[in-house]
């Protein structure tokens, strides 16, 4: 198998991850199955979730960031293509914001992003995908806690673990004990109590080459090992799958694991989750603001598949609500076993 020389900034790489994926090793295509699912091609349901990807600076360089975020990283989202974003929401039905990144704060226009949001759409969900160690990492973070109350932000947050070793080797020295203080914080102003309306969500990754194991099961476990010592209580855990781009792909490679987790990415290949993935109602838009079916088409630089519409300011809704959705072998990641989306398992 070919070697994938590890680089900083992999969007040279792009398209030697899809070479990668689509070589041989990797099994049955993916199309193949969805056909055999009467899905094939996919298409879109209803398009309710616009995904902003704000930028990839990032304060942490997490070993499985399939967006490679970090320090860095120059490539933030303009004023002007979020005045792109807010014109579109101000004429389309859509019910949900999710801001991402890297660290989304970190872009200098982030509260006036989510204040104009709020001016739009007073009703909509907005999620922020905050990885906590944001809120202490600068004085001028540390009111983030209140800012997402002001504004009623759903805070969806990464946590690998219920223990500083599991978490630190997967995002970095440090980075349990600054996580559980945020998250304290979070507490504090409302956020995960009960009937506080202030949601709080934890986001868990295998940290090697493995599917996660039961959502339900791994809530309730983090449940109990963050109440007691910590105090510490939150609404949901989501499970979400590592998909073999980028930095996960660059550690399947170097420790020999790449064709055995394509392997267990295909047999564990379930129909229902397929039928339920997330670029079905979601729009991902890229720190420029080209068009894409989800998160993980924008790294490997797949836009949608109507040429007309594939940047923000050329939104045209009829044409992505009959787009046929771009497939590669990697989706494998979003259809194994219980499902995986940015909401967690989708069967």
Known sequence: MKSLKAQNHPLSNSRYELDLLESPETGIPFSEKLTESGLYPLKPTQIEILQLNLGKMCNQVCKHCHVDAGPDRKEIMSREIMQDCLEVLKNQEITTIDLTGGAPEMNPDFRWLVEAIRKIKPQAKIIVRCNLTIILANPKFHDLPEFFKKHNIEVVSSLPYFTAMKTDAQRGDGVFEKSIKALKMLN????????????????????????????????????????????????????????????????????????????KLIEAYNPSAAANVM??????????????????????????????SQHIRDWN?????????????HCYGCTAGAGSSCGGATA
């Open 188 to 263: 504090e102003v409302g956020y995960g109590q009960e009937n506080s309306g202030l949601i709080l969500n934890l986001v868990y990754n295998p940290a090697g080459a493995f599917l996660p194991g039961s959502q339900e099961g791994l809530e309730a476990e983090f449940k109990k090992r963050l109440a007691n010592p910590y105090g510490i209580v939150f609404n949901s855990l989501f499970t979400i799958t590592n998909l073999p781009i980028s930095r996960f792909l660059e550690y399947l490679i170097r420790s020999g694991n790449y064709e055995v987790y394509m392997e």
């Open 279 to 308: 670029c079905r109602n979601t729009i991902s838009v890229g720190w420029d603001g080209y068009l894409y079916d989800c998160d993980f088409n924008q790294m490997l630089e797949l836009k949608v598949s109507c040429r007309e």
């Open 317 to 329: 809704q009829q044409k992505l609500n009959n787009r046929e959705i771009v497939i590669n072998q």
